[in-house]
């Protein structure tokens, strides 16, 4: 996810299905996808939830980061 939206072209590829980005967002917490900065695979194969309004440097080495 980045924002709000489903990047559905990367989810396929990385085959994580919405049904676990729901879950994840539940348990992060987040009850409006509004509230959503982007949702990340990370290397060890976590997915992180990150809200809306973090500070960018955080993310330089997300590919696609939005700057």
């Given at each position: 996810?980045?924002?709000p939206?489903?990047?559905r072209d990367?989810?396929?590829?990385?085959r994580v299905a919405e049904d676990e980005i729901r879950q994840l967002l539940r348990l992060g917490g987040i009850g409006d996808r509004?509230?959503?900065g982007c949702v990340?695979?990370?290397r060890t194969?976590?997915?992180s939830v990150v809200?809306?309004?973090i500070d960018e440097s955080l993310l330089?080495?997300?590919l696609r980061t939005p700057r």
């Open positions: 996810m980045l924002g939206d489903l990047r990367a989810m396929r590829r990385a509004a509230d959503v990340v695979l990370e194969g976590q997915i809200r809306a309004g330089v080495d997300v």
